[in-house]
């Protein structure tokens, strides 16, 4: 059973203990359980639950940051006269190495407005990603690494 799994079922627990399901309870049983798990931790086995369910929440906020400007970016190309759009096809290289790190990498990639993930490479160095503004290649590579895969790898390491 995974952390998060026992993370929940403490969350339940608690709700049921104080008797209200409400959903400010569960929250509350939910963090709770997290500050258990963080005490227990080296005894159960994952000392960095608490860490990893962090990094994943960050991640998720840095998702939602770039999907809102992307869309607003992309919107506002396509509202102007004049499209400001260099489309180009470039090449990320991979430092994730589990299927689904780059899984998600790619799908990450693809959610985002004006960048589609087309394909990986057969010895998964490499996702290949259609993008709307290509002018600087590398620029987009870097970005694409700082922003998604530096932390999905440590929020899954």
Request: glycine residues 6%.
């Amino acid at each position: 059973m995974t952390m998060f799994a026992v993370n929940l079922i403490l969350a339940i627990v608690w709700a049921l203990a104080t008797g209200s399901l409400s959903e400010r309870n569960l929250v509350f049983g939910f963090a709770v359980g997290m500050v258990v798990l963080h005490l227990i931790g080296a005894a159960v086995g994952d000392r960095r639950y608490v860490e990893r369910l962090f990094r994943i929440v960050h991640l998720i906020v840095i998702f939602l940051r770039e999907l809102v400007s992307s869309s607003v970016r992309v919107a506002g190309d396509v509202l102007r006269p004049e499209l400001r759009m260099k489309p180009a096809v470039i090449m990320v290289p991979l430092d994730l190495t589990e299927d689904a790190h780059i899984t998600l990498l790619a799908n990450l990639i693809s959610l985002t407005p004006g960048t589609l993930t087309i394909d990986v490479a057969d010895d998964k160095s490499c996702l290949y990603v259609h993008a709307m503004y290509g002018r600087d290649p590398d620029a987009l590579v870097d970005e694409i690494k700082r922003t998604f895969e530096e932390r999905i790898a440590k929020a899954f390491a």
